[in-house]
């Protein structure tokens, strides 16, 4: 699966493992991870669970926390 993005198969951005979508959302949640962790004391695996539990996380970013997390690529 070169040049596809691990979490969709679409084509993905030239040294990304995410196409647009997916690198975008992880931009962002690594961005709210940021912030999250200032005020809380929380891990990367607790945020991601977090996230992926969230109904108002959006699609993108629910894909990308549930994929890090069941294949532990944190
Ligand atoms: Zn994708």
Redesign the pocket.
Known sequence: MQDR?T????R?KGGSK??L??QRAYENLKRAFERWRQALDISWVEFLKEVAGNPETGEWAREVAERLTERGLL
């Open positions: 993005c979490l969709c198969g679409r993905r995410y196409c979508y997916h």
